[in-house]
């Protein structure tokens, strides 16, 4: 989008800002300028009146000129345009155009005393062959006056580049409606319109227009009577031609002129072309399309589509005298879905505009047309147009959110005055901190709390906001039953590691020998049972467990290790997850290192495959489960809480399993927790062993929480390394626990260690009546 500031200073008052100003406003306001060039007539190039023209004695194409600059001159031109009694822009002597420096010359034998400029060569872009001419519309022109004192010689050309959903700034109107928001500037009443259509014959005696069907797009339509000599003023063709204007007659620049300027969209047909009869009226009808376009039709001649296309035959050109002036409006997303289901359609540049959003203000569209570029022309009185209600969001905006989304308070009074300035329409809310809000019409790309939110910064000025660090504030997106599937994945994995093999079964089980193993039947009954054996819910794992692992054994395995994950039921048949593990016959094969007979298996083997599993546990002697040998089994408790059991199955209860241990884990008393890192001690632990003699009758568990509630310091881990009795110790047993220190700041001595030791010896003597050995 190129545009320059004295063409914005007709819409908005800009005469105190600079033009780094003003740039920088665009890029604070999301529209990122791509350059910003300064356009000035170089100095010495005046105002000048051609005098006389005559033509060169020497030469078929040269003309010498006397030219008034504020002093007589002779110059010879070899421009074909240039004639007597023309306001021309003329280079005096030292003036430097581009590389040339001006001076006296002679051509052909024919002094020069300076030289008549085209606008190319002052720089101005390409306005025709020939030299410039001057008139009015830059302003008052006074003989000798420096041309770079005009504004339309001294001004910015400034080039923006835009996001497709901002339609509405393809125009000068719409860049000015962004900064008149960013510096609160009223947008100027632009009312060119000075003929009084009372006086003018009416339009309806040459047009006239309706629609049977659905409005889908609005339409206005004036006509011109452009007479035999149309042209546009310098000024407009100065403007023109730094767009890169490519149009090809006056009333096309005209209309791109005007497009450039409002952002309607406007097409102009020839009426003698679509009627040659001057009598006879023109009808023009509405039709929708196959996706919603309008195509206007003048009885059976598709004219064009609104927004899309135009017939070629019917368009005005340099020849047009009486001319159809269109500005139309159609939504985007009817341009856009039109356009994109049909790819045969034909399209023409006005596609570009109309699908990213033209100017729905097409009525004062037309006037300020009419008004600049048609101001000399005869025109028909009042017009014919089909309206259409835009439809815009309304948005519940939270002044709250906004802030949260911003990264700062915000008041509500500000975002009042900034969606203002925008030009939205504000309604109350519900309450204080809402309020309801639509955007213009012209931005169709507003649909939500987030896209106000979006000018609100733009406005309110994104360096105004303070810089945050980047918050990772996402919320942990896993549930519980995903978490609880990792775990035991995980799980599953590590009892693999360890060697055992993984068993599926039926949750179903046999209830007589359910009763023998001691469980009682759950009171929820299956009606169709599978077969008798497998009629009850299961409460258990380990009974479906041992069955395989007899199944094993009587195929001479020597060694058996097994493990399920699977659901349980309780007596009332609440459900549950649970891990069961067997361990029967041999800790380890015969072979050269285990011996002929392998290894037996214990108890504490099996303690020690499950902490493998589940991490650190400890064990707490119990006696309550029937099926168990009394004298080997034991709570398994993690982190202060019992999390299931382990021990030795009696003979009894399967014959013909060999030494058989079983454990079956609470899976729901599991935490999922992660591994937190500790500061470990750069200084070497030293260990002290203290052998002491204890009652037969004291149980170690008591010595282990004595230690524990002393808190030493410094005191990493304790545990027995050896158990001695013999006669000679009566009733007392020699216990030799071992004790390892390490402090986190410096080397212990023997002096701290030794009194750490004595101290527990202390603790020990007076509470559990223990002695040194």
Same mark, same amino acid.
């Given at each position: 989008?190129?545009?320059?500031?004295?063409?914005?200073?007709?819409?908005?008052?800009?005469?105190?800002?600079?033009?780094?100003?003003?740039?920088?406003?665009?890029?604070?306001?999301?529209?990122?300028?791509?350059?910003?060039?300064?356009?000035?007539?170089?100095?010495?190039?005046?105002?000048?009146?051609?005098?006389?023209?005559?033509?060169?004695?020497?030469?078929?194409?040269?003309?010498?000129?006397?030219?008034?600059?504020?002093?007589?001159?002779?110059?010879?031109?070899?421009?074909?345009?240039?004639?007597? #009694? $023309?306001?021309?822009?003329?280079?005096?002597?030292? !003036?430097?155009?581009?590389?040339?420096?001006?001076?006296?010359?002679?051509?052909?034998?024919?002094?020069?005393?300076?030289?008549?400029?085209? !606008? @190319?060569?002052?720089?101005?872009?390409?306005?025709?062959?020939?030299?410039?001419?001057?008139?009015?519309?830059?302003?008052?022109?006074?003989?000798?006056?420096?041309?770079?004192?005009?504004?339309?010689?001294? &001004?910015?050309?400034?080039?923006?580049?835009?996001?497709?959903?901002?339609?509405?700034?393809?125009?000068?109107?719409?860049?000015?409606? +962004?900064?008149?928001?960013?510096?609160?500037?009223?947008?100027?009443?632009?009312?060119?319109?000075? =003929?009084?259509?009372?006086?003018?014959? #009416?339009?309806?005696?040459?047009?006239?227009?309706?629609?049977?069907?659905?409005?889908?797009?609005?339409?206005?339509?004036?006509?011109?009577?452009?007479?035999?000599?149309?042209?546009?003023?310098?000024?407009?063709?100065?403007?023109?031609?730094?767009?890169?204007?490519?149009?090809?007659?006056?009333?096309?620049?005209?209309?791109?002129?005007?497009?450039?300027?409002?952002?309607?969209?406007?097409?102009?047909?020839?009426?003698?072309?679509?009627?040659?009869?001057?009598?006879?009226?023109?009808?023009?009808?509405?039709?929708?399309?196959?996706?919603?376009?309008? /195509?206007?039709?003048? *009885?059976?001649?598709?004219?064009?589509?609104?927004?899309?296309?135009?017939?070629?035959?019917?368009?005005?050109?340099?020849?047009? @005298?009486?001319?159809?002036?269109?500005?139309?409006?159609?939504?985007?997303?009817?341009?856009?879905?039109?356009?994109?289901? &049909?790819?045969?359609?034909?399209?023409?540049?006005?596609?570009y505009r109309s699908s990213r959003g033209s100017e729905p203000a097409i009525s004062s569209s037309m006037n300020l047309l009419f008004g600049s570029c048609f101001e000399n022309c005869e025109w028909y009185g009042?017009?014919? $147009?089909?309206?259409?209600?835009?439809?815009?969001?309304?948005?519940?905006?939270?002044?709250?959110?906004?802030?949260?989304?911003?990264?700062?308070?915000?008041?509500?009074?500000?975002?009042?005055?900034?969606?203002?300035?925008?030009?939205? *329409?504000?309604?109350?809310?519900?309450?204080?901190?809402?309020?309801?809000?639509?955007?213009?019409?012209?931005?169709?790309?507003? $649909?939500?709390?987030?896209?106000?939110?979006?000018?609100?910064?733009?406005?309110?000025?994104?360096?105004n906001i303070p810089a945050k660090p980047l918050n990772f504030c996402e919320a942990n997106r896993n549930s519980q039953a995903s978490l609880k599937h990792a775990l035991a994945r995980n799980l599953r994995q590590?009892?693999?590691?360890?060697?055992?093999?993984?068993?599926?079964?039926?949750?179903?089980? +046999?209830?007589?020998?359910?009763?023998?193993?001691?469980?009682?039947?759950?009171?929820? /009954?299956?009606?169709?049972?599978?077969?008798?054996?497998?009629?009850?819910?299961?409460?258990?794992?380990?009974?479906?467990?041992?069955?395989?692992?007899?199944?094993?054994?009587?195929?001479?395995?020597?060694?058996?290790?097994?493990?399920?994950? #699977?659901?349980?039921?309780? %007596?009332?048949?609440?459900?549950?997850? =649970?891990?069961?593990?067997?361990?029967?016959?041999?800790?380890?094969?015969?072979?050269?290192?285990?011996?002929?007979?392998?290894?037996?298996?214990?108890?504490?083997?099996?303690?020690?495959? %499950?902490?493998?599993?589940?991490?650190?546990?400890?064990?707490?002697?119990?006696?309550?489960?029937?099926?168990?040998?009394?004298?080997?089994?034991?709570?398994?408790? /993690?982190?202060?809480?019992?999390?299931?059991?382990?021990?030795?199955?009696?003979?009894?209860?399967?014959?013909?399993?060999?030494?058989?241990?079983?454990? $079956?884990?609470?899976?729901?008393?599991?935490?999922?927790?992660?591994?937190?890192?500790?500061?470990?001690?750069?200084?070497?632990?030293?260990?002290? +062993?203290?052998?002491?003699?204890?009652?037969?009758?004291?149980?170690?568990?008591?010595?282990?929480?004595?230690?524990?509630?002393?808190?030493?310091?410094?005191?990493?881990?304790?545990?027995?390394?050896?158990?001695?009795? &013999?006669?000679?110790?009566?009733?007392? @047993?020699?216990?030799?626990?071992?004790?390892?220190?390490?402090?986190?700041? =410096?080397?212990?001595? &023997?002096?701290?260690?030794?009194?750490?030791?004595?101290?527990?010896?202390?603790?020990?003597?007076?509470?559990?009546?223990?002695?040194?050995?």
């Open positions: 989008m190129r545009l320059s500031k004295n063409w914005l200073n007709e819409w908005i008052d800009l005469s105190a800002k600079s033009a780094e100003d003003i740039c920088a406003a665009l890029n604070e306001i999301g529209l990122e300028v791509d350059s910003c060039e300064r356009i000035r007539v170089p100095s010495k190039v005046v105002v000048a009146k051609v005098l006389e023209c005559r033509e060169h004695e020497n030469s078929d194409h040269l003309h010498v000129c006397k030219v008034d600059a504020g002093e007589i001159l002779q110059i010879v031109c070899g421009a074909p345009n240039v004639a007597e #009694g $023309q306001m021309v822009a003329c280079a005096l002597e030292g !003036a430097k155009i581009g590389e040339l420096s001006i001076k006296k010359a002679k051509l052909r034998g024919v002094e020069s005393c300076g030289m008549l400029c085209s !606008a @190319k060569e002052l720089g101005l872009g390409e306005l025709g062959k020939g030299i410039m001419i001057l008139d009015e519309s830059i302003g008052e022109l006074e003989i000798g006056k420096e041309l770079s004192s005009y504004p339309a010689f001294d &001004d910015y050309l400034i080039e923006i580049e835009l996001t497709p959903n901002r339609g509405d700034c393809l125009s000068v109107r719409g860049v000015a409606r +962004d900064l008149s928001a960013k510096f609160d500037l009223p947008i100027k009443d632009i009312s060119p319109l000075k =003929k009084s259509e009372d006086e003018l014959l #009416g339009i309806g005696r040459l047009i006239s227009l309706h629609s049977e069907e659905e409005k889908n797009c609005a339409l206005y339509y004036k006509v011109v009577n452009l007479g035999e000599n149309f042209s546009l003023n310098l000024k407009k063709r100065l403007r023109l031609a730094l767009i890169e204007s490519k149009h090809k007659s006056a009333i096309e620049g005209a209309l791109e002129y005007s497009t450039h300027s409002t952002g309607a969209l406007f097409r102009a047909y020839d009426a003698r072309k679509i009627n040659p009869n001057e009598n006879e009226k023109i009808s023009l009808k509405i039709k929708n399309g196959e996706h919603k376009q309008s /195509q206007i039709y003048a *009885e059976d001649k598709l004219l064009g589509v609104a927004g899309i296309c135009a017939n070629k035959e019917f368009l005005a050109d340099e020849n047009t @005298k009486i001319a159809i002036i269109e500005a139309s409006y159609t939504a985007p997303e009817i341009i856009a879905n039109a356009t994109g289901e &049909d790819k045969n359609m034909p399209k023409d540049e006005m596609v009042g017009s014919q $147009q089909i309206s259409m209600n835009v439809e815009r969001a309304n948005i519940l905006v939270n002044c709250s959110a906004i802030s949260k989304m911003i990264g700062m308070d915000i008041e509500k009074k500000e975002i009042h005055k900034i969606l203002s300035r925008l030009n939205f *329409e504000i309604a109350s809310g519900t309450n204080d901190e809402q309020f309801y809000a639509k955007a213009p019409a012209y931005r169709h790309d507003i $649909q939500n709390i987030a896209d106000v939110c979006e000018e609100i910064v733009r406005i309110y000025g994104i360096d590590r009892a693999v590691d360890a060697g055992y093999f993984e068993c599926v079964h039926y949750i179903f089980d +046999d209830p007589s020998e359910l009763e023998t193993m001691g469980f009682k039947p759950c009171q929820a /009954q299956m009606l169709n049972p599978i077969t008798n054996e497998l009629k009850e819910l299961r409460p258990t794992l380990l009974n479906s467990l041992l069955n395989s692992a007899l199944n094993n054994a009587k195929r001479g395995a020597k060694q058996i290790k097994l493990f399920e994950y #699977g659901e349980v039921f309780d %007596i009332s048949g609440k459900q549950s997850s =649970k891990l069961g593990f067997v361990s029967c016959g041999l800790s380890s094969l015969p072979s050269l290192k285990n011996g002929a007979k392998g290894t037996e298996l214990s108890l504490f083997e099996l303690a020690n495959d %499950i902490q493998k599993i589940l991490g650190k546990i400890s064990l707490k002697a119990s006696e309550n489960l029937e099926f168990l040998s009394p004298y080997e089994q034991a709570k398994i408790i /993690q982190n202060g809480k019992v999390i299931g059991f382990l021990g030795r199955v009696k003979p009894s209860l399967k014959k013909d399993l060999p030494r058989c241990y079983v454990a $079956q884990i609470d899976f729901d008393a599991l935490k999922c927790e992660h591994i937190l890192a500790e500061p470990y001690s750069s200084f070497p632990a030293t260990s002290r +062993d203290l052998s002491v003699l204890v009652s037969s009758e004291l149980k170690y568990e008591q010595i282990k929480e004595c230690i524990e509630a002393l808190k030493v310091e410094n005191l990493q881990s304790f545990y027995p390394t050896d158990l001695y009795s &013999d006669k000679s110790l009566g009733d007392k @047993k020699s216990l030799t626990i071992s004790f390892s220190f390490q402090s986190n700041e =410096k080397t212990l001595t &023997d002096d701290e260690i030794n009194a750490l030791m004595q101290r527990i010896l202390d603790v020990l003597k007076e509470s559990l009546g223990m002695e040194l050995r």
